[in-house]
Every structure is written in structure tokens, then in C-alpha cells.
């Protein structure tokens, strides 16, 4: 099963403060060891939310909201991408995680769904007229 | 123990179990007798844990102990057995020198795996053997979960496990990574049983078996670690390519009655774009590894070449198939088969039109190696039928109905006779 482990944004990481030498040094271990086992897939740093927008829907209208967000230590901040046997050996993997931030880090592992958990049922059959629509097209 | 703290502790040994089999077979040059040892010392973790605390090192603790248990069971039992002296010795030269839990586990656990996978695969081994032993020492399935996804009684898969640790041991197989000449032949065999097993899972489409997809998903962590282990052998990125681009289509295949979609006509909203992405990359890395070697191109990294001709394709109309029939040229000169020279067929024909495809197959009619081979008439069918010659392709269809054993690709062909 595969699991996203969400890293929660704080203080510094939306300030823009860069990890310190140490802290990169220690984190490109932890990530080595992953790839070593086989478990890491993928990964990814985000910019602080002063560098992003938010959509709000309300029915049918759009609103726009441009960064940076109050609400710091629900934010996401980064995450990796993880296949491992059950949440247990997630939990494991990632409490070998050096702290993220300086300033008091938190980590949340949710588990993915994969495409195979849902029926094939409107949806995909609505996936499947477009392209069929595309194929006339041509 | 609250089941809570069970669980963490046997996520954790979980994680440690391989190398920690991988380093006490190489000090006790016995594969059977690492595994027990590492048992043991789980045991202890689950027995010590909960009371005193999850060591700051559990990797090192499972290791040592199990190293303590070796000398234990050599005093008590006064074992003539050298394996477990050996270990008691490398123990006692640890106990004279101050301890330190870093120096237990040893920088180069890398070796020590690698020795593992080429021991569990060893040619002395019964094909079925090295999948059954590769499994339970290396992804940590036990004999029941092997046997429910093989689909034979667990007393079998046990027996197996058993025998082929007990003939590594007479055989007294060093346990060693190959290297100059034997190396490329056994890398070959390494290859060929993280493919079975990864077949093996894939093949099945129908039912629920969560244990086949757990065989994929096995397959390709092996794949995974050992990428990073053997990183200059092309065909290994080759396989996890092959493999990567392979699962990325797992969820497409199978239709909304449980029946086999074909690749082209596969939704490909439904394809992983993440898998495809590292099946690319893998792609790459042989490529450089194949380079720097001075190698072409084998036959795992030209596969998954195949599978990226329509990775890449966003429609099935996209297909680059110059390029696939060019890759079947390849597989072909590689090792020739009258199968690869069908797939070659079927290319050319959806390069150059039906009639030149329906003239590729009808010369190879007469092959011995495809006279059981359902996908011939199948093919022909195809062909015919894309020339409107339905009387002829419905009887070629109706054949390979009749050739096939597999229920759901004789309802496929089936109902293209109908059509």
C-alpha cells in the first residue's frame, strides 16, 4: 500500500527560512535509506503558501485568494510519496525522519487510494466517452 | 502487550529482517540457521521492548542479540556446529573492545544483501526453490502468504523453503557475490526470479486475490532495492522499468465484469502516471549504464522500451509503431522467436495496413512454435476483419478460441466471433 507522509508547515518553512546544512545533510541520509529499501517513490518541497493562490468554491462561483495563509501549522509544507506492507511499517520508516523544521515539526501519514479501490462506475465510463469523442475528432 | 505495541515492533523487525538474515549469513555461512537467529532475537525485542523502551538503534539490538543468542546456544548445547562458534568468536572480539552499537551493524550492508539475493536465487536451486526462498528471507512473506498467493497447500511451500536451505548448506554454496565471467549469468537468474514472481501476480486478472498484487508489489521492491544495489547493470534498470510500466496499466486491464481489457483499447486516464514517470527514468539509467559499459541494449531494458512506446502515446492512436516493430527487429536478432516475429507482424500492420500485416503472419503459418499458439489465429482474425473479410475472420477467431485454455481469453475471442 502506498501512503503519502504530509509535512506540516511551520513558522520558518513559511517565513522561507532554508533547512540548515545539517539538517539537508541528515534528511538526504534518511531519504537514501528509503530509496535503499525500496519504500520511496517520490517527494517534494513546497514554497511557502506567499508564493501560492487558493480557489474557493461557493455553488457555482469561484473566488481566488492569494497567499500567504494564516492558519501556518495546517499548511503543507512538503511531502514524500512511500509503498510499504501496512500504516505500522509507515509509522516506523518515517519515526527515523530527522525533524524537518527547527522549530517543532510534525509529520501525517495518510494512506492513498489507488485507482483499483474504486468501481469502475460513471466516472470511468465518462473518461472513457471522451476519449472516445477524441478519437472522431481526428 | 498491548496489540498496538506488537504491531510497532513487528513493523520494525519487518524493516530490519533482511539485513539482518543477510549479515548473520555471512558470518555463520548459513542461510537456515540466520533466519532462526533472527527469530530469536524478535523474540527477545518483543519480550525486552515493551519493558525497557524501543532502543535508540533497534537494528543494532536485534543484531547483537541475535549474535548473544549463537553464543548461548553454542555453550549450552556445546554445538560442534562451526557456524555458531563463528559467530560466538566475532562476538567475543566485539565484547574485548568497548561496546558500540554502530560498529554491530556494518557500513557495507549493501554486500551482505547482495549475497543474500544471489544465494536465495543460486543455480543449485529448483526454479520454484529460489522464488519460494527469495520471498520468505528477502520480502518476509511467510510460507502461508507464499502459498496462498502460488495457490498451493502451505505444507508445500514449507517443505520447499526447508529443502532449499538444506541444500545450500550440503552443497556448501559460498556465500559470496558472483563477479567476472559468472557474474552476467547469474545476475541473469536473479533477473528471471523478481520476473517470475512479478508474473506471477500480474498474470492473474481475475478475483480479488490481494495476495497476486502483493506478489507485484514484491517484485518490484526487490527490483527496487537491488537497482540501487548492482547500479551500473543495465539490465536491472531495465527490469524495474519493464516492471514500473508494467504496473502502471494494473488497474486498466481488468474491465467492469472482471474481464481482460487489451492494451489499446485500455482507458489511459487509468494509467499511473507516477509508475510511468519511474518506469521512464529506470529507462534512462540503462541506457547510461548501457553506454558506459559499451553494452547493447538486453532484452529486459528493450521490453520495457516496448512498454514505453505506449506509455508515451496520450491516445492508442499516438502509438509510435515504427518504433515498436523496430524494437521487435531488435528483441528478435537479440533471441529469435517466432512470437517476437508475430508482435513484429502485428506492428507492421498497424503501420503499413492490414494486408502487409495479414502477409507477415500468413508466412509465419507454418512455424512449429506457434502451431499451439492461440494469438496466431487471434492475430489473423484481427487482420481480416480490418479488411472486412468477416466469414474468415470469425473462423480464426472461433480457432483460437478453441486453442486457448485461459476461460476469459476464450470468451474474448469468442465474442469477437460474434461480431
Request: aromatic content about 6%; some cysteine; charged content about 30%.
Amino acid at each position: 500500500m502506498r501512503f503519502m507522509v504530509i509535512v506540516k508547515a511551520t513558522k520558518d518553512s513559511e517565513a522561507g527560512v532554508m533547512p540548515s546544512e545539517e539538517l539537508l545533510v541528515a534528511m538526504g541520509k534518511f531519504n537514501e535509506e528509503l530509496v535503499k529499501a525500496g519504500v520511496m517513490l517520490d517527494g517534494m518541497g513546497l514554497q511557502p503558501s506567499a508564493k501560492g493562490a487558493r480557489i474557493k468554491f461557493d455553488g457555482d462561483k469561484r473566488t481566488v485568494v492569494d497567499g500567504p495563509f494564516a492558519e501556518t501549522k495546517e499548511l503543507v509544507a512538503g511531502f514524500w510519496l512511500i509503498q510499504v506492507k501496512s500504516l505500522a511499517e509507515a509509522i516506523e520508516w518515517m519515526k527515523r525522519c530527522p525533524n524537518p523544521h527547527n522549530d517543532g515539526g510534525e509529520l501525517e501519514i495518510r494512506q492513498v487510494y489507488e485507482l483499483e479501490d474504486f468501481a469502475p462506475g460513471e466516472g470511468i465510463r465518462i473518461h472513457e466517452k471522451v476519449r472516445d469523442e477524441l478519437k472522431k475528432q481526428k | 502487550m498491548a496489540a498496538g505495541q506488537h504491531r510497532a515492533i513487528s513493523a520494525l523487525f519487518s524493516i530490519e529482517r533482511p539485513k539482518l538474515i543477510a549479515s548473520l549469513a555471512r558470518i555463520a555461512r548459513d542461510v537456515g540457521v540466520a533466519e532462526e537467529l533472527a527469530q530469536d532475537s524478535f523474540e527477545a525485542a518483543l519480550e525486552e521492548w515493551p519493558k525497557s523502551g524501543v532502543p535508540d538503534k533497534p537494528g543494532a539490538w536485534l543484531m547483537l542479540t541475535a549474535k548473544r543468542k549463537a553464543l548461548d546456544a553454542h555453550r549450552r548445547k556445546q554445538m560442534a556446529a562451526a557456524k555458531y562458534d563463528e559467530l560466538g568468536r566475532d562476538l567475543r572480539e566485539e565484547e574485548a573492545t568497548p561496546p558500540d552499537l554502530d560498529s554491530v551493524l556494518d557500513d557495507d550492508i549493501g554486500d551482505d544483501l547482495l549475497r543474500l539475493i544471489f544465494t536465495a536465487c543460486h543455480p543449485v536451486l529448483s526454479q520454484e526453490a529460489r522464488v519460494a526462498l527469495t520471498l520468505r528471507l528477502l520480502g518476509g512473506l511467510t510460507t502461508d502468504e507464499i502459498a496462498r498467493a502460488f495457490i498451493v497447500p502451505e505444507p508445500t511451500i514449507a517443505q520447499r523453503i526447508v529443502r532449499a536451505k538444506k541444500t545450500l548448506a550440503e552443497k556448501q554454496i559460498a556465500y559470496e557475490v558472483p563477479h567476472g565471467e559468472e557474474l552476467s549469468g547469474r545476475l541473469a537468474a536473479v533477473l528471471e526470479v523478481i520476473y517470475l514472481i512479478f508474473n506471477e501476480g500480474y498474470a492473474a486478472t481475475s478475483g480479488k486475490n490481494w495476495m497476486r498484487l502483493e506478489l507485484c508489489n514484491e517484485a518490484l521492491r526487490l527490483g527496487r532495492v537491488l537497482a540501487e544495489l548492482a547500479k551500473d547493470e543495465p539490465e536491472v534498470h531495465g527490469l524495474i522499468a519493464l516492471m514500473e510500466l508494467q504496473m502502471s496499466r494494473f488497474a486498466a486491464r481488468v474491465g467492469t465484469n472482471g474481464e481482460p481489457v487489451l492494451l489499446m483499447d485500455q482507458n489511459r486516464a487509468r494509467w499511473d502516471r507516477l509508475l510511468i514517470r519511474r518506469g521512464l527514468a529506470a529507462i534512462e539509467r540503462a541506457h547510461e549504464a548501457c553506454v558506459k559499459l559499451n553494452r547493447l541494449p538486453g532484452s529486459y531494458l528493450l521490453q520495457a522500451e516496448l512498454a514505453a512506446c505506449h506509455a508515451r502515446a496520450n491516445k492508442a492512436e499516438d502509438t509510435d509503431w515504427a518504433k515498436i516493430a523496430g524494437i521487435y527487429g531488435a528483441l528478435g536478432t537479440l533471441s529469435p522467436s517466432p512470437v517476437i516475429e508475430l508482435n513484429r507482424a502485428v506492428a507492421l500492420g498497424m503501420l503499413m495496413g492490414p494486408q502487409a500485416g495479414l502477409e507477415i503472419v500468413n508466412a509465419l503459418a507454418n512455424e512449429p512454435a506457434l502451431k499451439n499458439y492461440y494469438l496466431l489465429p487471434a492475430v489473423r482474425g484481427d487482420l481480416l476483419a480490418k479488411l472486412g473479410r468477416h466469414d474468415e475472420a470469425r473462423k480464426e477467431f472461433e480457432r483460437a478460441a478453441a486453442m486457448t485454455q485461459n476461460e476469459q481469453e476464450r470468451a474474448v475471442m469468442l465474442k469477437r466471433a460474434q461480431r
